[in-house]
């Protein structure tokens, strides 16, 4: 699920102020058309082009020479010679990517970047506001406030096409600008989940409430634990790359591992709910009780229990390991049947390293 929030607004506005506090969601990521511009001005057909033009690909010295003539012509132009390269770069850039995505466009209505948009959002002030507010940005403020206020749109025109006003002049304090903004966008946020265990190896057990909290979520993070003082078979690396060979079906899964707490990771993911699998009785009384724990730490982030299918209560990573290490120790060339609890393509896994560990136990049995 991916929605694009478009935010513009006149220099001095407070749209930067506005984006910056946004990004504290994890679930929010940003594309900032200036920064893109500056890092356009290295790119050796944008340097021709205002070779072309100006006789200066040099950022201050263009700067300058606009100031001096204040001939809106010169910014729209320039605005012509970065408006595709842009957009070029957020088609690459926004593609993959999920969740609420704010493009930072102080020209988004001149350069029709708001046909991207799924939202618009227009900030909107005074002039005289808006110049007090960016007065200490440069020794000659003035100038180039009014050269860039007479080469954007009017606020007028703007608002015509804008989904929604914020007028940032009557509310002075940043945070009501950000209550407003955040009724706007939070109905587009991703429901996101994470699911969590130790997954040596994956089961098909965990797949069933993977693929099942999948479809309930928009974004789900399957979170490998990694704890220091457990013994794991496959390293968290393999279990990573199994998981993701695993659920390779699914559009909507996130593969991370963590060290700390699950209450952290699901933070650090923007996660609103942990989803726990219920296998039998014992799984409830266990969940019900961690979930009593995480609820008195943090009752914003909801555990969502899921039912495993029947065929999977006898599932666990334990006991397909215990199988195969007691069937290949008494017979390594036999083949247990362990495809109800996993894949083929995670028992071959299993089985090399299974042989590797093997033969390091022989190798340092022979050197001792």
């Known amino acids: 699920m991916r929605t694009i929030v478009g935010i513009t607004?006149?220099?001095?506005?407070?749209?930067?102020?506005?984006?910056?506090?946004?990004?504290d969601d994890p679930n929010i990521q940003v594309f900032d058309c200036d920064a893109v511009v500056m890092s356009l001005y290295d790119d050796p057909h944008i340097k021709k082009q205002l070779n072309d033009k100006f006789k200066s690909a040099d950022r201050d010295t263009l700067r300058a020479l606009f100031i001096k003539q204040q001939n809106t012509i010169h910014l729209h132009d320039i605005n012509k010679i970065f408006a595709r390269p842009i957009y070029d770069f957020f088609i690459q850039w926004v593609r993959g990517r999920q969740?609420?995505?704010?493009?930072?466009?102080?020209?988004?209505?001149?350069?029709?970047?708001?046909?991207?948009?799924?939202?618009?959002?227009?900030?909107?002030?005074?002039?005289?506001?808006?110049?007090?507010?960016?007065?200490?940005?440069?020794?000659?403020?003035g100038e180039l406030f009014n050269l860039i206020n007479a080469h954007q749109w009017s606020d007028a025109r703007r608002e015509e096409k804008a989904d929604f006003t914020l007028n940032t002049e009557t509310y002075v304090?940043?945070?009501?600008?950000?209550?407003?903004?955040?009724?706007i966008i939070d109905p587009y946020l991703p429901k996101v989940a994470i699911y969590a265990g130790s997954f040596d190896p994956i089961t098909k057990g965990h797949l069933d409430i993977i693929e099942k909290a999948a479809i309930l979520f928009d974004i789900l993070y399957v979170a490998v634990g990694i704890n220091e003082q457990k013994t794991h078979l496959l390293t968290s690396k393999t279990r990573m790359e199994l998981i993701e060979t695993e659920t390779s079906h699914l559009t909507n899964i996130n593969i991370v591992c963590y060290s700390d707490v699950l209450l952290a990771a699901a933070r650090r993911c923007g996660a609103s709910y942990m989803v726990r699998g219920i296998r039998n009785e014992a799984d409830v009384i266990n969940e019900m009780s961690m979930n009593g724990i995480h609820n008195a730490a943090d009752s914003s982030i909801q555990t969502i229990f899921i039912p495993a299918d029947p065929k999977y209560q006898y599932v666990s990573s334990s006991a397909a390991k215990v199988l195969l290490t007691s069937h290949t120790s008494n017979d390594p060339k036999?083949?247990?049947?362990?495809?109800?609890?996993?894949?083929?393509?995670?028992?071959?896994?299993?089985?090399?390293?299974?042989?590797?560990?093997?033969?390091?136990?022989?190798?340092?049995?022979?050197n001792s």
């Open 9 to 23: 607004g006149k220099i001095g506005a407070g749209k930067s102020t506005l984006i910056k506090s946004l990004c």
């Open 99 to 141: 969740g609420v995505i704010l493009i930072d466009a102080p020209m988004l209505f001149e350069n029709d970047m708001d046909g991207l948009c799924d939202v618009t959002i227009q900030l909107s002030a005074t002039a005289a506001t808006r110049l007090t507010r960016i007065e200490d940005r440069s020794e000659r403020t």
């Open 173 to 183: 304090p940043v945070y009501h600008i950000v209550y407003l903004a955040n009724q």
């Open 334 to 366: 036999g083949v247990v049947d362990v495809s109800w609890m996993i894949s083929d393509n995670v028992r071959q896994q299993l089985m090399i390293q299974q042989i590797h560990d093997h033969s390091n136990d022989n190798s340092v049995t022979a």
